[in-house]
């Protein structure tokens, strides 16, 4: 018998493979993803929603100043995982404060209320995957909700892909997710 021809590797198929988060040079996420948020060194679940045109974080204790003749705002994000199991008491978690000079500000209307909400913008620098962005996020209470961070089509646009069937697609750097800074 003559000897079994050794199998070849279809290039094609090994660079697909080490590509696969990526399609057309755009980054695939899912429903959920974890989120790198670079200012308070901190890791989030953030709920990935086309639907919504702007990016939002939860933000407690808002304080508009002045600083230098520029509109800045002085906030508290919660720090993951520092509440006790069944505790549902927002005021039961660690808070960082941020300071962040105010690009805009904007009106959100909501199907379930019926007064538009005027929200503070500021530009945040975070990490999806191996993507790092800085984006523009309202600043609001989301601690009723599951997720603080909510992505929008703002972050989105022509950057990400949504895969509704998975949730978290990318990973984040060991460094990011083990405390550490970009």
Known sequence: MPPVPKQRACPAATAAKAVASQLKGKLIV????????TAAETVYNARIDSGAETSSIDARNIVRFERDGSNWVRFDVP???????GDKEPGSEELLTLEKEVSRRV?????????????????LQFVIGNHTQ????????R?????????????????MLIDVGKE???????TMVNGGTL
């Open 30 to 37: 899912g429903g959920v993803e974890k989120f790198f948020l």
């Open 79 to 85: 720090v993951p995982g520092n509440k006790e199991p």
């Open 107 to 123: 009106r959100i209307l909501q199907s379930n209320v019926e007064d538009p909400e005027r929200r503070v913008v500021v530009e």
């Open 134 to 141: 800085v984006a523009e996020f309202t600043l609001t209470d």
């Open 143 to 159: 601690s009723h909700l599951t997720h603080q961070v909510l992505i929008g089509r703002n972050v989105l646009r022509d950057v």
């Open 168 to 174: 978290f697609a990318t990973e984040l750097p060991d």
